[in-house]
């Protein structure tokens, strides 16, 4: 049996609407209670995971900006790395003017976004926290832990990888696609999988007592690392490609990973 689970929020534990319904509370709350481990595992701003956690009533480790900070489940952090301040500076500006390409950072406790583009799109969808605009000229380049690039272009977004790769090659920090309208960029070594390596070994365990779930590229590491795997139904079609032997389950708007976890630990 799995002592720890792990979760995506984003297509997996949410809706499509970003919500957790009230089955899903239930069936974590009824799974914490056993004395089970639960992990949130999000590319989401800390800020959003708290909140959430609060509003499930449960005490959770969270694994946020997609495993650059760490919390246990006193909310204390206990590992946080940032991106290099000459680094963060270029990929600022690299695409900052651009009207189809949402620049977005998340800071210490902050939430920034160029607010020309954020009208025009969907991609801002914090539960809790709210953006704030991004001004260069004030921005102090320090402390960030993640920059995302968001657009309905999605051939733009991946000449910008390839753009950002030839200057600076993937030897600085980790590009990865978290879904093909969302570009983003963290600390190099830092991701979802090492991530809960790490609090599972601070647990007492190791990654082949987790079970986690997932529907993203920024998931795919954490699924092939952990003792199983699961892919959400609704997954991006690459994360199945790549791992074509972990199962899949349920549908994020059906509740999929809740009745996975009610079938697998046998309550109701």
Same mark, same amino acid.
């Given at each position: 049996?799995?002592?720890?689970?792990?979760?995506?929020?984003?297509?997996?534990?949410?809706?499509?609407?970003?919500?957790?319904?009230?089955?899903?509370?239930?069936?974590?709350?009824?799974?914490?209670?056993?004395?089970?481990?639960?992990?949130?595992?999000?590319?989401?701003?800390?800020?959003?995971?708290?909140?959430?956690?609060?509003?499930?009533?449960?005490?959770?480790?969270?694994?946020?900006?997609?495993?650059?900070?760490?919390?246990?489940?006193?909310?204390?952090?206990?590992?946080?790395?940032?991106?290099?301040?000459?680094?963060?500076?270029?990929?600022?500006?690299?695409?900052?003017?651009?009207?189809?390409?949402?620049?977005?950072?998340?800071?210490?406790?902050?939430?920034?976004?160029?607010?020309?583009?954020?009208?025009?799109?969907?991609? &801002?969808?914090?539960?809790?926290?709210?953006?704030?605009?991004?001004?260069?000229?004030?921005?102090?380049?320090?402390?960030?832990?993640?920059?995302?690039?968001?657009?309905?272009?999605?051939?733009?977004?991946?000449?910008?990888?390839?753009?950002?790769?030839?200057?600076?090659?993937?030897?600085?920090?980790?590009?990865?696609?978290?879904?093909?309208? &969302?570009?983003?960029?963290?600390?190099?070594?830092?991701?979802?999988?090492?991530?809960?390596?790490?609090?599972?070994?601070?647990?007492?365990?190791?990654?082949?007592?987790?079970?986690?779930?997932?529907?993203?590229?920024?998931?795919?590491?954490?699924?092939?690392?952990?003792?199983?795997? &699961?892919?959400?139904?609704?997954?991006?079609?690459?994360?199945?490609?790549?791992?074509?032997?972990?199962?899949?389950?349920?549908?994020?708007?059906?509740?999929?990973?809740?009745?996975?976890?009610?079938?697998?630990?046998?309550?109701?």
């Amino acid at each position: 049996m799995y002592n720890i689970v792990a979760s995506d929020l984003d297509g997996t534990l949410l809706t499509s609407k970003y919500k957790i319904t009230d089955f899903t509370k239930k069936t974590l709350l009824s799974l914490t209670s056993q004395g089970l481990h639960f992990v949130f595992a999000t590319g989401r701003h800390h800020i959003d995971v708290f909140k959430l956690s609060d509003e499930l009533n449960i005490q959770s480790y969270m694994i946020t900006s997609n495993g650059a900070k760490i919390y246990d489940n006193n909310k204390k952090l206990i590992f946080n790395r940032f991106l290099k301040k000459n680094i963060v500076m270029s990929l600022c500006t690299i695409r900052y003017i651009d009207i189809d390409i949402v620049t977005q950072l998340y800071c210490t406790n902050q939430w920034y976004i160029h607010s020309n583009q954020f009208n025009k799109h969907k991609f &801002c969808n914090n539960l809790f926290l709210k953006f704030k605009i991004l001004n260069l000229n004030k921005l102090t380049f320090m402390n960030i832990n993640k920059i995302f690039f968001t657009s309905h272009n999605i051939k733009k977004l991946e000449l910008l990888k390839k753009e950002i790769l030839h200057i600076w090659s993937d030897k600085f920090f980790n590009i990865f696609f978290s879904f093909p309208e &969302c570009l983003e960029i963290v600390p190099k070594g830092i991701s979802k999988g090492l991530a809960l390596k790490f609090v599972a070994e601070r647990l007492g365990y190791s990654l082949n007592h987790c079970i986690t779930f997932g529907d993203g590229m920024n998931d795919q590491d954490m699924l092939s690392m952990s003792g199983k795997g &699961c892919i959400m139904n609704n997954a991006d079609p690459r994360l199945k490609s790549i791992l074509p032997n972990l199962e899949i389950i349920g549908n994020n708007n059906e509740d999929g990973v809740a009745h996975y976890l009610r079938n697998l630990y046998q309550f109701t």
